[in-house]
């Protein structure tokens, strides 16, 4: 493949933050009951509610959907497909998606748009990364891992034409048009 991988966001960095997003949580969910569902967008989500998952001690369930939008391509297509969707009711749960990634915004936009819908007790997103200078449409994302500036990354979870996502770290993939 012709294109090089660099080290942007260690395994100790991450693991770090997901402690502190997770006890963030944890206080914020005390008097939730044991009424919170935590639910993954596969794939890319997979490491990263692995981790999360195991950091949160208040009582909680794990669900998975699975969208996606980019295809294998390093932008998005803007046309989020529902690939898998939801077994159970979300109504009156206490929702927190959580997600890789927010970029342009539209996968979480129209996800968030559909859980509405549904009504959940709660509605809350957790992303690992944000970037937020390429939002296209606006979402509201309480809980943030890293802010990061423009740049395509692989790793815990992130795919570049779904290899990749095993990466302990987050890398920065450097393409040769772009050196
Ligand atoms: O904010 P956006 O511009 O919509 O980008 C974010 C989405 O893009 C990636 O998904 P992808 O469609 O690549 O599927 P994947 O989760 O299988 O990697 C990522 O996992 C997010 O779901
Ligand atoms: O930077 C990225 N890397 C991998 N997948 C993505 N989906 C949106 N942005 C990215």
Redesign the pocket.
């Known amino acids: 493949m012709n294109h090089h991988v660099d080290v942007m966001i260690s395994e100790q960095q991450i693991k770090a933050r997901i402690k502190e997003l997770a006890a963030q949580i944890n206080q914020d969910y005390q008097h939730a009951g044991s009424n919170l569902l935590l639910i993954g967008?596969?794939?890319?989500?997979f490491i990263f509610m692995a981790d999360l998952c195991r950091e949160i001690t208040v009582p909680h369930q794990v669900d998975f959907m699975?969208?996606?939008?980019?295809?294998n391509?390093t932008?998005?297509?803007?046309d989020?497909?529902i690939v898998q969707d939801l077994d159970e009711s979300i109504e009156n749960t206490h929702v927190l998606i959580v997600?890789?990634?927010?970029?342009?915004?539209?996968?979480?936009?129209?996800v968030r748009d559909l859980f509405l819908l549904r009504k959940p007790a709660s509605l809350e997103i957790c992303t690992l990364i944000d970037?937020p200078s390429?939002?296209?449409?606006e979402?509201p994302v309480k809980y943030i891992g890293f802010s990061i500036a423009d740049k395509f990354i692989v790793g815990f979870?992130?795919?570049y034409a779904?290899f990749y996502?095993h990466l302990p770290y987050i890398g920065i993939v450097t393409f040769p048009e772009n050196t």
């Open positions: 967008l596969l794939r890319g989500s699975t969208v996606s939008s980019y295809g391509n932008t998005s297509s803007r989020v497909k997600e890789d990634i927010i970029d342009s915004g539209n996968t979480l936009s129209k970037k390429r939002r296209e449409v979402v979870g992130l795919d779904q996502r």
